[in-house]
Every structure is written in C-alpha cells, then in structure tokens.
C-alpha cells in the first residue's frame, strides 16, 4: 500500500454536513451489510520510544509497528507503516494468529528485533470508510476514539479524525470539502497524540499545536 496521507480534526457536530456533501462524490464502504467497523490497535516501541521520538523530530522513513484487530471480522495483522523522506507513506501488513508470528515480518521491514519492542499505547475506535465513485481516494472518518496504556485511559467522543489515502494529494476531492468548513489538514499521529495525552509530561514541542487543535475540537464538539 503506497498513498498520500492528508489528515483532518473535526468536530462532531460538523460530520453530519460534512457526509451529506459527500453522497454524490463517494460511497459507503459496505461488508456483510455492515457500515461500521470497531478497530483495536496495539503500538510497539522501544523503552526509550525511538519510535515516537523519530517523529517528534521529524526523521525521515521513520515507521510505526502496530498489530491491529478488526473486531467483526475476526481478523488479525501485524503492520509496518513506513513515512518516506518523500513524505510518502508505504504501509506492509500481514496476517496473523498472534503475536509471535510478527518477529520475522518486523525484522524484514524496520531491522529491528520484536523482543527489543513493547506495547506502549493501546486505541480504539470505530470507522467507516467512503470511496470516491470515479477517483482512487479513500476517506476514512474514525469516531469514539479511547486510548489505554497501562492503567492509564482517555477518551475523545466529540471529534472525528478523517483520513484521506491517494496517490496524489494534489487532487484529492474531499480538500474542498473541507475548505468549505474553514478547516485545515496537519500533520497527526493518532500513535502520538494518544502517548501525549496519557502522559503530559513527554516532550511534545513539535506536537503542541497539533495536539491543541485536537482539544479544541473536542472541546467545541
């Protein structure tokens, strides 16, 4: 999977006009007549969180590792989402039972051993997915949004985070959606603001602005 990422925060009370601009440009992700789908993911990182912190610094083809359950179809992966200095996000997935069976998939695509990683953030939300009629772009909307870590939890009901996959960000459609909503794309990870929301006092200097944002539009939800 080689796409454009172009991300959004949005309020609640914006997503029911923000659908209705779209039923005449995209449909309705459907599977087995459902249109809703509840995800749990769980991240990986080193105990000094390298991960976290190549992003926070800004590096380049620096990855996240994560093994993600779809709840309703019983399925099971292990991912590798690599962000390219092209800003170009390439993302490997395998199935899987377990977790054991990620040690090779990890090393063949971060070189970095599965037992030097732990599970730093847990998340979970519910999605549902709009495909344009006649471009190559997916919209992803994601809602209830919970993190875990530990005993630690949070949760953010009154915000969507929208996603838009292409292979161009230039022509992606839903941007004028959104302009017309006076709401700007940036630069998130659902990884990081959860690992800052948990934990107020991890350095996040890069990520304040962002993070305030996703406050704000729960709070004005």
Known sequence: ????????????????????????????????????????????????LKLYFNHHNGR???????????????????EVKTKTNKNQTI???KQIE?????????????????SDLHQSLCSEYTRITLLHKQRIEKVTLDFNLSF????????????VIIEVKAENSSTIYFNTIM??????????SKYCLGLIALNPTLKKNNFKLIFNQFINANNNG
């Open 148 to 159: 875990f870590e530990k005993e630690k939890s949070i949760r953010y009901n009154n915000l």
């Open 1 to 48: 999977m080689n796409r454009k990422e172009v991300k959004y925060i949005v309020p609640i009370a914006l997503v029911d006009l923000v659908l209705n601009d779209c039923k005449n440009q995209y449909d309705l992700l459907k599977i087995d007549e459902l249109t809703t789908f509840n995800y749990s993911t769980n991240y990986y990182d080193t105990v000094d």
């Open 98 to 114: 377990n977790w054991s069976e990620s040690k090779e998939f990890i090393h063949d695509h971060t070189s970095l051993i599965e």
């Open 60 to 78: 380049g083809n620096r990855f996240k590792i994560r093994e993600r359950k779809y709840a309703q179809m019983d399925q099971k992966y292990v």
């Open 179 to 188: 302009k017309k909503y006076k709401i700007r794309s940036g630069s998130l």
């Open 91 to 93: 993302k490997f997935r």
